[in-house]
């Protein structure tokens, strides 16, 4: 990747994530995340990691921007008017920001921070090469993922679920109520 | 090749605006979005070492992240409408039951 293409696209992918925190209505803020991961994906591709960096695409830009542009629209959330947040906060948090960026660029900088450069082997970042690691050295790891997803999608159905007896007849129904009494009532086990 | 200080540079500094956005914004969602950021910032960080040090291992644990953020949108905005449903807000100020 040529340089001054990395300048451009650095520059856009800062102004973006500035994007993010800025802007006051929600699907700007989502609109400015979703740039910002489409430069990360082709900085991905230009440093040789194509597979990750098209998954990036798919998967992020792709699936979860939209399941979190999904519950923008469900929660019919419109921009903040009015004054948001405390001007202390405002001010605590970019300094904040700004001593954790210059601490990382102290840590990271050249004279502390050395790597010994190595020369890719053919074929790197392909398909083949992604897979043959994740099937052979991260194999557990690799099936360990499977749980934790599934356990994820039976966690966001029982969160997102409207329980029956709650939702039909509101807190007025004494079945519901009576329960709630009754383990409110009950001796609780601690700990 | 772009030099590696430059790439890590990028990434400590969208890290650090993720890091601002969860400090400043009180909008749950625009908070969750900038913890997306951070986690992006550190995948550029993972990916650039790994181009540099000819190791795939980078890119496997890019993707691991990416699952772990994927099940981490999936159970977290289930969390806020849940949360929403009960209180009709997303305004991290006024969710002050468990503040002491």
Known sequence: MPPFLYLFLGALAIVSALGVVIQRNPIHSLLALISTLMIIAILFIGEDAVVVGFLQIIVYAGAIMVLFLFVIWLLNLQAESGPTGHIVLKIF???????LAAELFVFLGAPHFKVKMYREPPGYGSLESLAGKLFTDYLVAFEVTSVLLLAAVVGAVALARRIPDAAGEGSSDPRAASAIRAAESSPRVQG | ??????????????????????IIRRN???MFMSIELMLNAVNLAFIALGSRLGSMDGQVIVFFVMT??????????GI????????ETVHADELTLMRW
């Open chain 1, 93 to 99: 948090g970019s300094l904040a920001a700004s001593a």
């Open chain 2, 1 to 22: 090749m772009i030099p590696l200080t430059y790439m890590l540079s990028l990434s400590a500094i969208i890290f650090a605006i993720g890091v601002a956005g969860v």
């Open chain 2, 28 to 30: 749950i969602l625009v």
């Open chain 2, 68 to 77: 772990v953020a994927a099940a981490e949108a999936a159970v977290g905005l």
């Open chain 2, 80 to 87: 806020i409408i849940s949360v929403f449903r009960n209180r």
